[in-house]
């Protein structure tokens, strides 16, 4: 059974860093790659950044670009999100998603992690 | 990259169809087949419904069914049941430098 279980989440200050880890089994890992998207409270889904496979090639939404970076480590079977200079506008559930295999569609993930931008 | 564009809600009465779409540009939806559909519940995590526009993932009803023409994409949902209930979110590829986008959802009241 495919899991994917985030973790990391908590209360921040304004300007803060934070790193979310999503533990993944019951696939192999290296051979999909994977996302995160967020929502915000009571607002809709946003994608926010995307890993190929080996971690070669990364992509990020225009509102993170910069401030997020994604990564992975495939012996660890973990991906993850450092976040920082966090502002309120960052305030959401944070969703790992993995990627159908070789397609562009979202075909499992975990259950999210708050993260709380607040003063 | 600005989002697909849904309607914010719709509802229908059990048993009957009802149809979301979902509307992009020819540098998504109107370009790629990798359109997909979500359903959420609340508090709970999205579920995929449809992918490349049309096809099922194993273990999703046969009630759900997706549709393509130009750039807008269709979820039609067939024997409306209580259960469905829930928001739906649509998403495609993008040829742009942030290359996935999500509708905006839209709300599912069964009456």
């Known amino acids: 059974e495919v899991q994917l279980v985030e973790s990391g989440g908590g209360l921040v200050q304004p300007g803060g860093s934070l790193r979310l880890s999503c533990a993944a089994s019951?696939?192999?890992?290296?051979?999909?790659?994977m996302n995160w998207v967020r929502q915000a409270p009571g607002e809709g889904l946003e994608w926010v950044s995307n890993?190929?496979?080996?971690?070669?090639?990364?992509y990020y939404a225009d509102s993170v670009r910069g401030r997020f970076t994604i990564s992975r480590d495939n012996a660890k079977n973990s991906l993850y999100l450092q976040m920082s200079s966090l502002t309120d506008e960052d305030t959401a559930v944070y969703y790992c998603?993995?990627?159908?295999?070789?397609?562009?569609?979202?075909?499992?993930w975990g259950q999210g992690t708050l993260v709380t931008v607040s003063s | 990259q600005s989002a697909l564009t849904q309607p914010a809600s719709v509802s229908g009465s059990p048993g009957q169809s009802i149809t979301i779409s979902c509307t992009g540009t020819?540098?998504?939806?109107?370009?790629?087949?990798?359109v997909s559909w979500y359903q959420q519940h609340p508090g709970k995590a999205p579920k995929l419904l449809i992918y490349?526009?049309?096809y099922r993932p194993s273990g999703v009803s046969s009630r759900f069914s997706g549709s393509k023409s130009g750039s807008t994409a269709s979820l039609t949902i067939s024997g409306l049941q209580f259960e469905d209930e829930a928001d739906y979110y649509c998403?495609?590829?993008?040829?742009?430098?942030?290359?996935?986008?999500f509708g905006g959802g839209t709300k599912l009241t069964v009456l």
């Open positions: 998603a993995r990627d159908l295999h070789g397609d562009y569609a979202f075909d499992h």
């Open positions: 998403s495609s590829y993008t040829s742009s430098n942030t290359p996935r986008v």
């Open positions: 019951g696939f192999t890992f290296s051979s999909y790659s």
């Open positions: 490349d526009v049309s």
């Open positions: 890993i190929a496979t080996t971690g070669a090639t990364m």
């Open positions: 020819n540098s998504d939806i109107g370009t790629y087949i990798y």
